[in-house]
């Protein structure tokens, strides 16, 4: 017994037990390469199809420039939350951050996008700048008069009884155009993602 | 330097005192700070102590994207800590508003338009790591030598 208290007492009044005891401290944790992190660039060719500003659910996270090399993401630390949907949503693998690549070709998954476009009719004053401000509207009737009135029924939106109507929103690309010209913020475009697994085709 | 400058800086290096406030944040960088404390990252054994009390402070952590309701009063509590002190922004809401920072919304970031921010932990929210290397890595610049440098 008191053989005992002795080496316990001699084995705690050890210097270097004593210095451990009050002294020590950890580097702090380093964050392991596989977390996720801000994207980054993989070098691969970006072809400007902007699906990664679409998926960024941050305001002011991500944009797409042009340098001298081409498009280029840039992220914004500060804005961006690193949740690496724009890594999944990019068709040509530009960005990368953590396993998300790896596990999206391990998988075969895929984001897909649809757009849903609600026109609020109450608020809607039948002005027609959305008709006459979206891109793919131009491309139809590019002959199109102020106000949004055409003779054709291809169009994606269309001026009729005053009010604004949605005639092909497959035609969509989601640009949000539309409710950036909306006087009366009648007009609201939600972008839908969806985890889709092996993709017969490849955006 | 004077001896009683040295014992000043060793014993502010191993004292840092810890203050947070939520000025309208989701609560996830609360949580985050909160993780700090514990067993996996164990702030205390870097010798800094979260007190909550802004007259005991060093370090003030900002979180959250500034709602009105902080208009007067963000401002009276950074006056209440005793200088030398430091303002850390905590997440991306007192950087940038984060996702609250859209049209039509009541938030005014960022923080640094209301108090002096010293520095910055970006992420939404930010690891535990990396609150830990930001509050380790101001505190020394700030504190050591406080007397010299602002004489
Ligand atoms: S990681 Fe998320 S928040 Fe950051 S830029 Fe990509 S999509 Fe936006
Ligand atoms: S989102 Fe763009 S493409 Fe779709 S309707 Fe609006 S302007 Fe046209
Ligand atoms: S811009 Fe707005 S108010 Fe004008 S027609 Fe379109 S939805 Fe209606
Ligand atoms: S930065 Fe993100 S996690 Fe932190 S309070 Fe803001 S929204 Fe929440």
Redesign the interface.
Known sequence: MAISLVAYIREFARWEWARKFLA???A????PPY?RNYPELTGKTCTHHLFCMMAC????AIDVIRTPEGWQPRIH??????CGLCVEACPNGVLSSGRILESMFRDNTRLSFSFKIDVDLDKCMGCGNCAVACPVNKLIDAQMSHGGRASTDDLLLKLSDGKCRVLHVEKCTGCKTCEHHCPNEAISVARLLEAVHAPEEVP | MTFLQKVKNFVRSRSIHVAYVDVGSCNGCDIEVLACLSP???IE??GIFVHNNPREADILLVIGAYTPGWEEKLRGLWEKIPPPKAAIAIG?CP?????F??PHTLVDPPVAKHIPIAA?V???PP?P??I??AI?SVAPAIFADYEVKTK
Do not use: K, M
Request: net charge positive; charged share 15%.
């Open positions: 020590a401290r950890t702090p944790l380093v964050i977390f659910p941050a305001p002011g630390i500060g804005h961006c939350i690193r | 996996r990252y164990d054994q870097y991306n950087i940038s508003g984060c996702l920072a859209r910055q970006p992420g939404c690891r790591t990396e830990l290397s380790l």
